[in-house]
């Protein structure tokens, strides 16, 4: 039996109401700063960073 080797690659994403960001996989459904759903869009880590003030 061989064993398969799964990547995950987590990424940046920011809500398109409210800016929240989120780092995983893919974003959440809803967001829960804002309620919004299907909001999330994959942002480069330099926007998700200037969105935080970092």
Do not use: Q, W
Request: aromatic fraction near 6%.
């Amino acid at each position: 039996m061989k064993n398969k080797v799964v990547t995950m690659s987590k990424k940046f994403s920011k809500c398109r109401v409210c800016s929240d960001i989120h780092y995983g996989e893919t974003g959440p459904a809803l967001c829960p700063t804002c309620g919004s759903e299907e909001a999330y869009e994959e942002v480069e880590e330099i926007e998700a960073r200037e969105a935080m003030g970092l």
